[in-house]
């Protein structure tokens, strides 16, 4: 606990009590004859005694005080490097989510150029497909001699149907990649293929506007067993979606599907339609297996669904 100058200082300054006692006893024997002189010399060395002792207490008191503060200053040393530790942690932490947010973006862009260069190669075929049907119907039309050529007409039709809706397919696909904020989540059901958005709500114009900016279109119903088919497997994933019915077009009261078939009056809900007119409710969603009317303002889920490509 003390260095060993102080303890040397120590030493020399016993020895020199000592010596001073060895002499003032010497002093006292030769002066044996004067009591008053025998005395003083008693009480000065009772004095030198006292104020060592003092002197003593004081420096244990100084040295216990410089030892607790020497610990303080360990332990606040200690609590500084782990600090300064902590923050090295935090700090490679952080750097390390920056890489891989950094490695993330460069996936992502490297996906997004992809999706591009296969948009680009879609647009290409769709050009051929195009100019294809385009020579077709530029060629004569050749009525089949027997039940066998017929067949392979419809067949290479309907061929020809597929590979279209193929395309769309891929198209949707493209434009929910490279448009994140209107991706649309795919539902196959035995009533068509539908896209769906259950987690925003748009008005009627917004929705439709958002069908056909991915190719789409908002979905009809055209029977009551489709819509009652459509309703019992998609419910569970839209709450009451918009359709392509409204009357626009039309006298109001007139409420027709997107294709201009008009809509059955057994399709809608008891009492429904209740008001239309300028300004009033004149769009149609679907809930609950029947049809409603709405304001076409107000905010719903959207259902879009692949057009049908019509040859001809």
Same mark, same amino acid.
């Given at each position: 606990?003390?260095?060993?100058?102080?303890?040397?200082?120590?030493?020399?300054?016993?020895?020199?009590?000592?010596?001073?006692?060895?002499?003032?006893?010497?002093?006292?024997?030769?002066?044996?004859?004067?009591?008053?002189?025998?005395?003083?010399?008693?009480?000065?060395?009772?004095?030198?005694?006292?104020?060592?002792?003092?002197?003593?207490?004081?420096?244990? $008191?100084? #040295? !216990? *005080?410089? =030892?607790?503060?020497?610990? @303080?200053?360990? &332990?606040?040393? /200690?609590?500084?490097?782990?600090?300064?530790?902590?923050?090295?942690?935090?700090?490679?932490?952080?750097?390390?989510?920056?890489?891989?947010?950094?490695?993330?973006?460069?996936?992502?862009?490297?996906?997004? $150029?992809? #999706? !591009? *260069?296969? =948009?680009?190669?879609?647009? @290409?075929?769709? &050009?051929?497909? /195009?100019?294809?049907?385009?020579?077709?119907?530029?060629?004569?039309?050749?009525?089949?001699?027997?039940?066998?050529?017929?067949?392979?007409?419809?067949?290479?039709?309907?061929?020809?149907?597929?590979?279209?809706?193929?395309?769309?397919?891929?198209?949707?696909?493209?434009?929910?990649?490279?448009?994140?904020?209107?991706?649309?989540?795919?539902?196959?059901?035995?009533?068509?293929?539908?896209?769906?958005?259950?987690?925003?709500?748009?008005?009627?114009?917004?929705?439709?506007?958002?069908?056909?900016?991915?190719?789409?279109?908002?979905?009809?119903?055209?029977?009551?067993?489709?819509?009652?088919?459509?309703?019992?497997?998609?419910?569970?994933?839209?709450?009451?979606?918009?359709?392509?019915?409204?009357?626009?077009?039309?006298?109001?009261?007139?409420?027709?599907?997107?294709?201009?078939?008009?809509?059955?009056?057994?399709?809608?809900?008891?009492?429904?339609?209740?008001?239309?007119?300028?300004?009033?409710?004149?769009?149609?969603?679907?809930?609950?297996?029947?049809?409603?009317?709405?304001?076409?303002?107000?905010?719903?889920?959207?259902?879009?669904?692949?057009?049908?490509?019509?040859?001809?």
């Amino acid at each position: 606990m003390f260095s060993s100058s102080f303890l040397s200082r120590m030493q020399n300054c016993a020895a020199l009590v000592f010596v001073l006692f060895s002499f003032l006893l010497a002093t006292v024997s030769a002066q044996t004859d004067s009591p008053f002189r025998c005395d003083e010399l008693s009480a000065k060395l009772d004095s030198c005694l006292n104020n060592n002792e003092l002197i003593l207490k004081v420096f244990n $008191e100084t #040295a !216990k *005080q410089l =030892e607790k503060q020497c610990d @303080e200053n360990k &332990e606040a040393a /200690k609590k500084e490097v782990e600090k300064k530790e902590m923050e090295k942690k935090e700090m490679q932490m952080e750097l390390n989510k920056l890489r891989v947010e950094n490695e993330i973006t460069k996936a992502q862009n490297m996906q997004c $150029e992809k #999706a !591009k *260069q296969n =948009e680009q190669a879609l647009r @290409e075929q769709c &050009e051929k497909e /195009k100019l294809d049907c385009q020579l077709m119907k530029a060629q004569p039309v050749l009525i089949p001699s027997s039940p066998e050529d017929f067949s392979d007409v419809v067949q290479e039709l309907k061929k020809c149907e597929k590979k279209v809706a193929d395309l769309l397919t891929e198209r949707v696909k493209l434009n929910t990649t490279l448009s994140p904020l209107n991706a649309l989540q795919l539902m196959n059901l035995t009533t068509g293929t539908y896209y769906y958005d259950k987690k925003n709500r748009y008005s009627w114009r917004e929705a439709q506007e958002l069908c056909k900016s991915l190719g789409l279109q908002l979905a009809s119903f055209e029977t009551p067993k489709k819509l009652s088919t459509f309703w019992n497997s998609a419910s569970s994933y839209v709450w009451g979606p918009w359709t392509s019915g409204s009357y626009f077009g039309h006298q109001p009261g007139e409420f027709h599907w997107g294709n201009g078939q008009r809509i059955s009056t057994d399709m809608w809900r008891l009492g429904q339609p209740d008001e239309f007119g300028v300004g009033k409710e004149s769009c149609v969603y679907v809930y609950d297996g029947a049809l409603y009317d709405e304001p076409c303002t107000d905010k719903n889920n959207v259902i879009c669904e692949q057009p049908m490509y019509q040859f001809g």
